[in-house]
């Protein structure tokens, strides 16, 4: 590996999706060096010619210390701490070539609200697998990568079970006015949460297109919060951390009116509910209803929600007739 | 491989101890009180008024209840402590802290005499064998010590072990069952052409002269358990330190005290493991990085357990309380530790101790010539795992810490993996689940109150059993190997070896044949050896 040669290391990125490339026009207008990683190699000349990314985030303007390559040994060589922004599907192959260039100085941090096949793993085990570093961590919460890049006000959190990997991000991450950032050791209950948020949401786009009303929305919200918070405990986190900025902070904002193509798991259930969203692109957050329903059952938690959302995507179900069986479910607990 | 330090010199180690005692005490003096002293500067919840009367309020606490004179003595002492503190300045007290500091380092190292070493190294394994089994000559305990390495099998990453020890400091950490332990990995690492190891042993060891004697001169240091109180658990994480960054090989057993329930250990205690870490950080920060250190994951099998009635009966008390009910004691609970060696000699394959391939303080695997290297075999500079943010090399406690319980979990997946399962193992579970099964009662403090007709198995069922655990295992090496005396049987035989074991060795039979039948007669016991394949789950497909 190349060195820093004494120079302050960068902030790395790997994607140039929306929210990597909203994270590093950030970070670059804070006067921080960004290298952004990206495969798309007119994405990458597009931003270190024209300092725009029009496909991925329209209206932004990246500032001349965020550097793109298709290079990641340049990414390793000149930052320590990086954010890994990119889908589930692609995010094992990676890691894999993130783990031929980096070494065990280099703290890891996803942005991943979802679980990694085949095994329906944690995306921060799969960082462990995939690489020497072992100073991982994840990135959540409700900052959506239009409001990031809008300048208007959002948090994260980030999680590491390595005080040091928190110290970090708050050093390279917190810049308020737009992006505050808090900080957990409970690494497996962030990233359960992220991944949940984004599977409810697909329930709560159901919900809306059949125009359930507000009680029984607001009585599916308290049941979500119980079922994530048994998942959650189950995985070894903290059942709390579900009611943070990772669960329920994300779900909220992805399940908010106005959040359009953002919030991709509850247009998604919208479409479904439509009977319109065979065709569609399957987003992070439909995949990781299949994960938490296979991994609540591995782990012997009820989860009758996701059971729910399961069916309906599997088309076992039509979404009033899983609303139906839901609602019978719900009488039973509390 | 290195030839710098072959096995040989290795060997010698502990012999240079003496010249090394006194710059080990001082370093360990040093370290301790200035952090201390620094921590008090940092913070007044630690100044350094608070350690000392930590100390002096525990020390008072335990010499309460002392009738002795010298008891008497030490309270007063302690009384007088407690009684000045407030009245000292901070270079006294700093004084008082350096004293302390040094008081308890030299109890924990006690005295080391290179030549009762070298008679203690050859002659003190024939004495303990004389001592524990009734023989009337020197001669007869050399013969008995001959036939007792007989029965201790040695196997597993024997050279990769080897190299780790020429090129580095062991850090050996076993599978804890019986009081016996550290007597049979000292005979194991004889066998192994391995050196010897420094280990902590309880105080308590220390009361009886005679073992008293060689255990400070086989290397052994002290280790006062009653002692609680966070300043002594630090002189002795920093003297465990100091003496591996002086390179001598050391000896931990995780799992803290002997595991009552024979499962394998899971939850292991970190202190002393996290040493190995600090010691390896000291050495990069004092640009001494190629001084490795290596963790050598270890395994003691015992086919039958000397103290299995003692260990199983605490474990069921402290976890059952209320719900499990002690019954008239039908075993006799005289300490048996002599009966050791001779009920050793008289059962085949008695004990198997496998060593793991070592690997380094943060958990990753080691290639053959002791480089660590992590999954895809890639190597790795492990001092890269403590350079912080800033590009430097320091010591953080923080994530040392988590660092160290990466390396617990690794070392209890290794126990797994590395555990020999023999044929009592087997058997008892066989027998166990087939109970189960047919009484469809799970819950051991329930099973523990069925009538002796409900807890009969068949014969040929028990077999079956056998054969599919045998297959399982051998299928999926992370739960273990089965012996491979074991698994040259057929079901049978290994059943009727099993069956030979467990009829005789206990003072009550754990399990009896009568005709095509198997009757469980202690099935606390059957629970126990049982529990060693407790990590493998249910199998659904074996009823």
């Known amino acids: 590996m190349g060195d820093l040669m004494g120079e302050q290391p960068a902030l790395g990125i790997v994607g140039a999706g929306a929210f990597g490339t909203a994270l590093a026009a950030l970070v670059g207008a804070a006067g921080h060096d960004v290298v952004l990683w990206s495969a798309a190699a007119d994405v990458v000349d597009e ?72 095994d329906d793993a944690r995306l921060s085990q ?95 919200v308290t049941r979500v919060v119980a079922e994530a918070q048994r998942v959650v405990t189950a995985m070894g986190g903290e059942s709390r951390t579900f009611t943070g900025l990772a669960g329920l902070g994300n779900l909220l904002v992805r399940t908010a009116p106005g959040t359009g193509d953002h919030a991709p798991g509850y247009q998604f259930g919208r479409a479904l509910a439509r009977g319109g969203a065979s065709g569609e692109r399957i987003p992070d957050s439909v995949r990781a209803v299949g994960a938490a329903v296979r991994l609540a059952r591995r782990l012997h938690q009820r989860a009758p929600v996701l059971e729910a959302i399961a069916r309906v995507i599997d088309g076992q179900a039509r979404p009033s007739e899983a609303a139906a069986a839901l609602s019978d479910t719900v009488a039973l607990e509390e | 491989m290195s030839q710098s330090r072959p096995v040989a010199e290795a060997e010698n180690r502990l012999v240079r101890f003496n010249s090394d005692r006194d710059a080990i005490l001082s370093l360990v003096t040093r370290r301790v009180t200035d952090r201390y002293v620094i921590g008090a500067e940092n913070s007044p919840d630690a100044s350094l008024e608070y350690v000392l009367n930590d100390v002096a309020y525990a020390e008072t606490q335990r010499h309460e209840r002392a009738s002795s004179a010298s008891g008497k ?63 009337s000559s020197f001669r007869q305990g050399l013969a008995a010590l001959d036939s007792m390495s007989r029965r201790i099998q040695v196997e597993g990453e024997l050279e990769a072990v080897r190299t780790a020890c020429d090129l580095g400091t062991l850090v050996v950490t076993p599978t804890h069952s019986s009081n016996m332990d550290s007597i049979v990995i000292g005979l194991a690492l004889k066998l192994a052409r391995l050196p010897p190891v420094t280990y902590g042993a309880g105080k308590n060891l220390f009361s009886n002269p005679l073992i008293s004697y060689f255990m400070h001169n086989l290397g052994a240091y002290r280790v006062d358990r009653r002692l609680k109180f966070g300043l002594y658990k630090d002189v002795l994480k920093e003297y465990s330190t100091v003496l591996l960054e002086h390179g001598y090989h050391s000896l931990f057993f995780p799992g803290g005290t002997r595991c009552r329930s024979n499962v394998i ?247 009896e044949t009568s005709g095509d039948r198997i009757k469980v007669g202690a099935m606390k016991l059957c629970y126990y050896y049982r529990n060693r394949t407790a990590h493998i789950g249910a199998d659904e497909g074996a009823a």
């Open chain 1, 47 to 118: 931003i270190n010619r024209e300092r725009t990314s029009h496909a991925r985030l329209p209206d932004v303007r990246l500032a001349e210390r965020v550097r793109a390559t298709v290079d990641p040994a340049e990414l390793a060589a000149r930052a320590r701490f990086i954010v890994l922004a990119v889908s589930s599907t692609e995010a094992r192959e990676r890691a894999r070539t993130l783990g031929q260039v980096v070494d065990g100085r280099h703290m890891l941090v996803h942005a991943i609200g979802a679980l990694a096949g085949p």
């Open chain 1, 126 to 220: 799969v960082l462990d697998e995939e690489t020497p570093a072992r100073r991982i961590g994840a990135l959540a919460g409700p900052a959506l990568p239009a409001d990031l890049a809008a300048g208007r006000f959002a948090a994260m959190v980030c999680a590491s079970p390595f005080d040091e990997v928190t110290r970090e991000a708050r050093r390279l991450l917190n810049l308020p006015p737009t992006l505050r950032l808090y900080t957990s050791r409970d690494l497996p209950g962030v990233e359960m949460s992220a991944t949940l948020s984004g599977a409810y949401s697909v329930a709560f786009g159901m919900a809306d297109s059949l125009e359930m009303g507000p009680g029984p929305r607001a009585v599916l």
């Open chain 2, 73 to 135: 003595r030490q309270l007063s002492r302690w009384r007088d402590l407690a009684g000045r503190l407030g009245r000292l300045n901070e270079v006294e007290k700093r004084a008082e802290l350096e004293r302390l500091v040094e008081h308890y380092a030299r109890d924990i190292v006690g005295n080391f005499n290179p030549r009762v070493y070298r008679f203690a190294n050859d002659v003190l394994p024939p004495a303990l064998s004389m001592l524990f089994t009734p023989v």
């Open chain 2, 265 to 511: 250990e899971r939850r292991l205690k970190l202190g002393l493991l996290g040493t190995g870490l600090a010691a390896f950080r000291n050495g990069v920060m004092a640009g001494a990085a190629h001084r490795r250190i290596y963790v050598v994951p270890t395994t003691i099998n015992y086919r039958l357990v000397l103290e299995a009635e003692t260990l199983v009966e605490d474990y069921l008390a402290e976890t059952g309380k209320s719900r499990y009910i002690i019954e008239d004691d039908e075993f006799s609970r005289v300490g048996r530790i002599f009966e050791f060696v001779r009920k050793m000699l008289v059962h085949e394959g008695a004990v198997v101790i496998r060593f793991g391939r070592p690997i380094d303080p943060f958990g990753n695997a080691i290639d053959d010539a002791g480089e660590s290297i992590d999954r895809y075999g890639r190597r790795i500079d492990p001092s890269s795992y403590l350079v912080a943010a800033g590009g430097q090399v320091d010591a953080d406690e923080q994530r040392e810490g988590v660092y160290t319980r990466r390396l617990g979990e690794e070392l209890s997946a290794a126990f797994r993996r590395e555990t020999v399962l023999m044929s009592t193992h087997l058997v008892a579970r066989a027998v166990f689940d087939a109970v189960v099964d047919r009484t469809r009662v799970s819950d051991i403090y329930r099973l523990l109150r069925l009538p002796a007709s409900a807890v009969v198995v068949d014969r040929e069922d028990v077999c079956r059993r056998v054969d599919h655990l045998r297959q399982r295992v051998a299928a999926a090496p992370e739960l273990g190997r089965v012996e491979d005396r074991a698994s040259g049987m057929s079901a049978a035989d290994l059943l009727d070896d099993a069956l030979r074991a467990l009829t005789t060795y206990h003072t009550y039979p754990v399990l």
